[in-house]
């Protein structure tokens, strides 16, 4: 059939010049006479590719010279235990900031190699909103502070990261990575699962200041010391170098859209376009997240009536908008927006939206 | 260019067939209107795909039911360390059979987590034999006794699967995986890297003893717990999902090509060619393995004079036959010949030999 347009939350919409590009060098890539999943990492036919990914990522991050860039695996779920397991001794302390489902998950896998303590939370506003910096009870002994800039599930956005003084600031971006400029060296660690704004899933993104890769605070195997994978380049062992190409060809991508700065402008107008929609439709459609928190990457809705879930998931199927049901957590509707899900997808969405109204008003 | 004879050692060849399939839905798979990649791994169109290709693996190795299939990221060799993690109390044993390369990896990422032990090796032979099992010094308290069943550097490979009691039997099967039937219930755990007989590079798959699930030596975070994938189906956080999908086309192909009974044929005559080109050749070739355990899955060896490496190499790129380079451990050549390299690369392959060797002679 003809391709739809995807919101899915991740593993999510990658771009179509991507895909294509994919399809047409999968069985001789680069003129090899292999598909590029076929050949050694160590070869230097992919140590090039692996590079040149690296360095085009840099340029898009404008990543400072100090820190490394790391492809790993494991998702950012078990980064969530490897980082403390790097970055924390038995019986130090770290400070969480909860804003959602995954920095509540990212404090439960700390355990036990750290002690983590919340700092801030918005759990009692049901992560309808972003603690106030004022508000955030920082431990200036702690081994690092970690935040999740973008909730997935939430729908709510650090757009401007909150001091934390000293302490090394480690942050979850999966889901906002790339979505507009960032100023890196205000952060020690950032770390990001692909599947939404980089590539296909099984690949982690890493950006480490160089000082914290030299904490040793306990004896781990190399293969869960990040200092032994920076060392090596990302090949202390074989990494996922499929996942690795297809985030090189999105990072070419990336550059060819304009960059960053062009992408930050895109993905304003695109959650523009879905929220005005939300808040013009008189209460037939509903966000509760504060509009100062509010993700542009992740939108969240409810319908006034839970009845007309079903009838508009497959009315929103038939129309070729794919995977807009919520998560269960919040209920309701989910349209993810990442930068692969282009201006178009978005009035689709919100035109579907408007005539369901006023089919089902 | 064509496509070449490829005897990378690892990422390896993939079947052309499984290949050409993935190109063909690499935009829209199954209907969806969207590339598998962009598919998110809880919804229905993924899950029937996971569950299927769990179904024709456990169908091609004849799985027993009590035993558990994983499909997990970080490479074999996160398992090193991840194993002892959950199969071993601080403090307790394992016995690790040393037969090579990735068997002295798997020792030592086992470290802090389980007291390794050297239960037997053949590192004085340079690993050119395997040390027989009445040498072998066991001990019946073992967490486990580690064996690596195939050594893609030094080339040796057990075909026979030694009796080893009652304490579980954990294998590296990463290089040798389906390559032939096997007794799944002769061991208490096998995992293997994805990138060499079942897809491109990124997964492991793990089959697992129920049982051994149970243990809880120490306390983890759920992301590194076996028990908590099993009890997930895999979908504890997102998988390697391109991977997942490409080794069930692999799984597919290998039913189709008669199962693991017509592999191990196949497997046999491609060896059986090669090991009698070097043996055939007066000492131009020469291969330095114990002929009981030669691997059929690697082939290292050597030229009789080493200057004419470089030559032999460049010939055999220009003749489309690409990777033949051997580890920096052993030097000279290697030949990797897993399921997916047909029994035509191999032939190609020895009539290059035997073409070099009278135009070098």
Not at 143 to 152: G, I, K, M, S
Not at 243 to 248: D, S, V
């Amino acid at each position: 059939m003809a391709r739809v347009w995807n919101f899915s939350a991740g593993p999510a919409a990658l771009s179509e010049e991507v895909l294509r590009q994919a399809q047409s060098e999968l069985l001789d890539w680069n003129g090899t006479g292999a598909s590029v999943m076929e050949l050694s990492h160590r070869g230097r036919h992919f140590i090039a590719l692996a590079e040149e990914a690296e360095r085009d990522l840099r340029e898009l991050l404008a990543v400072p010279a100090h820190y490394k860039v790391l492809f790993l695996q494991g998702g950012a779920t078990q980064h969530f235990a490897q980082i403390p397991m790097n970055l924390a001794a038995d019986g130090q302390g770290a400070d969480y900031i909860v804003t959602g489902h995954w920095s509540e998950k990212a404090l439960k896998e700390s355990a036990p190699y750290v002690k983590a303590r919340v700092a801030a939370s918005s759990a009692a506003q049901q992560y309808t909103r972003l603690p106030p910096r004022a508000e955030w009870d920082l431990d200036p002994r702690a081994a690092y502070v970690h935040l999740t800039t973008n909730e997935t599930i939430h729908g709510v956005e650090f757009r401007d990261i909150p001091d934390v003084g000293d302490v090394p600031l480690v942050a979850d971006m999966s889901s906002d990575i790339l979505s507009a400029p960032l100023d890196v060296g205000r952060f020690g660690l950032i770390y990001a699962g692909a599947q939404k704004n980089i590539g296909p899933s099984g690949l982690v993104v890493m950006i480490v200041r160089e000082d914290l890769l030299a904490r040793r605070p306990r004896p781990l195997p190399k293969i869960f010391r990040y200092a032994e994978h920076a060392a090596q380049g990302s090949m202390l062992n074989t990494p996922n170098t499929w996942g690795w190409y297809i985030a090189g060809l999105t990072f070419k991508w990336l550059k060819a859209q304009g960059g960053l700065a062009a992408m930050a402008e895109r993905n304003r107008r695109k959650a523009e376009l879905l929220y005005a929609c939300i808040d013009g439709s008189g209460g037939y459609y509903r966000n509760p997240v504060d509009p100062a928190a509010r993700s542009r990457m992740n939108v969240p809705f409810t319908l006034h009536d839970g009845a007309l879930d079903k009838p508009f998931l497959e009315a929103s199927e038939r129309a070729g908008l794919m995977a807009l049901k919520g998560h269960k957590a919040v209920g309701g509707m989910r349209a993810s927006l990442y930068n692969a899900v282009p201006l178009q997808a978005v009035e689709a969405l919100v035109a579907f939206m408007r005539d369901f109204m006023q089919r089902h008003g």
